[in-house]
């Protein structure tokens, strides 16, 4: 998929008040900064950002303490009061829905399969609000029945770190290194499965880069850092198959990374709604190899920007393909530059700002 080519927030537009909640984990905009997070966690503070570089911006979360970061003022949940605002951003859970009922509009903003929304607890408040439903990609509003109430129904596609978009091109064609930055329990296990029996054997140089641990997901993670960890183990045993398991890293530590990859191999996940692994590896230059699974082929070009497999065979002969033609990777590699970078943050933001 080609992204739209993206406006930028206007210099001289009126400034706003503009307010962001959410009551998921705790993280603020120095989290961002520093350490490695989740998608929807690092699509909520990056959005902040940009808004925040001509609005004012207000978010409460369950960060610890207020603190002022990238002109973002983060404040406590508990500390919320019925404030006027010029736009209320909702974020991902019903119990946001119905706060600063003065907000002269209101959008509900989710990261996830909308059928979690098919509950009273949602259908009733969103019915009474009436909310706009800002969704990431086609896949995540076919995931929303016609039926189900809403204001208007938008997508609106994640934002790429400028970082990313930044990424200096590497010096030489990257040796056979292949990427993966997800979380363990998208398809790693599988993704193993395919390296050693059909990638290394062919390709014993090759090398397996694993950036992922439950650390990203904090709270989030806590409940399935068994099995996260159980994936991780089985990855950990296997450097002689060349598998590296490496530490998550904070956004402009990974775009530095990035660039120096030859590939991205990632099967697709149906939970996911946008996929930033993707998106970011993609404005990095680094051709990427699916499978037509949840949203991730509405992030990559089949055939120019990387591959869309058909199935496990055909994804690792794609896979090893990649990694030795040197004329094939360049091709890819040059058209992801092309196509795949012109969606920031500051287009995304753009994009809300509309609904002031």
Not at 23 to 41: M, Q, V
Not at 240 to 263: D, H, S, T, V, Y
């Amino acid at each position: 998929m080609v992204l739209p080519e993206g406006k930028e927030m206007k210099k001289n537009i009126k400034k706003r008040k503009i307010i962001l909640a959410d009551d998921g984990i705790s993280f603020d905009g120095n989290t961002l900064k520093n350490e490695p997070l989740g998608g929807a966690e690092t699509a909520f503070a990056s959005l902040a950002e940009s808004l925040a570089k001509i609005h004012t911006v207000i978010v409460y979360n369950r960060c610890k303490k207020p603190v002022k970061v990238n002109g973002v003022q983060w404040k406590p949940f508990e500390s919320i009061d019925s404030q006027e605002c010029d736009l209320y951003i909702a974020n991902r859970g019903f119990t946001v829905l119905s706060l600063f009922p003065k907000a002269k509009k209101r959008v509900f903003w989710i990261h996830n399969p909308a059928n979690y929304l098919l509950k009273w607890r949602y259908l009733f408040k969103i019915w009474k609000w009436k909310p706009k439903i800002i969704f990431s990609s086609n896949y995540h509003l076919n995931s929303y029945p016609n039926w189900a109430p809403s204001g208007q129904k938008v997508i609106i596609p994640y934002g790429i770190s400028s970082c990313f978009i930044e990424t200096k091109e590497p010096e030489n064609v990257p040796k056979p290194r292949v990427a993966f930055t997800s979380s363990p329990l998208r398809s790693l296990d599988w993704l193993l499965d395919i390296w050693v029996r059909d990638i290394h054997p062919k390709l014993p140089s090759a090398e397996l880069h694993i950036f992922s641990s439950p650390k990203t997901y904090r709270e989030h993670g806590d409940g399935k850092l068994d099995k996260m960890n159980t994936i991780l183990h089985k990855a950990s045993k296997l450097k002689q198959k060349g598998i590296i398991l490496r530490n998550p890293l904070a956004k402009e530590n990974l775009a530095k990374e990035l660039g120096n990859f030859r590939a991205l191999l990632y099967r697709g996940d149906e939970g996911e709604t946008y996929c930033l692994a993707i998106g970011e590896s993609q404005a990095s230059g680094v051709p990427c190899v699916i499978q037509d699974v949840g949203c991730v082929a509405e992030r990559v070009i089949d055939g120019v920007t990387g591959f869309v497999a058909k199935d496990d065979q055909k994804f690792a002969e794609l896979g090893i393909q990649i990694l030795q033609n040197d004329k094939l990777w360049k091709s890819q590699h040059n058209a992801a530059i092309k196509y795949q970078r012109n969606w920031s943050w500051d287009n995304a933001a753009a994009e809300f700002e509309k609904f002031i």
